[in-house]
Nanobody, 120 residues
């Protein structure tokens, strides 16, 4: 079993910054892709950013230039630095991790979500 623990959400004014963290722990043989997705009220969940084990990143057009995803492979941790936040960034942010379990199965896991609210 794998647990994802997210932290760093909160309330911030437009133009401000927040840093999200997500730590994966449990029966993990190895972590592959890690990412952050978000879901605003009444909207489907959408990709914000992903990062491969080798450090290749991918961003949604709406966050390019403002958000930076990074990871610490030794700690099975992924970060999302969010700068120049806008009210439209308000959403629940979910961590997602693709990993190989201790029994060598390829699995994916989601965090419980952390609320980010940007006031205008």
């Amino acid at each position: 079993q794998v647990q994802l623990v997210e932290s760093g959400g909160g309330l911030v004014q437009a133009g401000g910054a927040l840093r999200l963290s997500c730590v994966a722990s449990g029966s993990i043989f190895g972590v592959n892709n890690m990412g952050w997705y978000r879901q605003a009220p009444g909207k489907p969940r959408e990709l914000a950013a992903t990062i491969t084990r080798g450090g290749t990143t991918n961003y949604a057009d709406s966050v390019k230039g403002r958000f930076t995803i990074s990871r610490d492979n030794a700690k099975n941790t992924v970060y999302l630095q969010m700068n120049s936040l806008k009210p439209e960034d308000t959403a629940v942010y979910y961590c997602n991790v693709d990993f190989r379990s201790s029994s060598l199965k390829l699995l994916t896991s989601w965090g419980q979500g952390t609320q980010v609210t940007v006031s205008s």
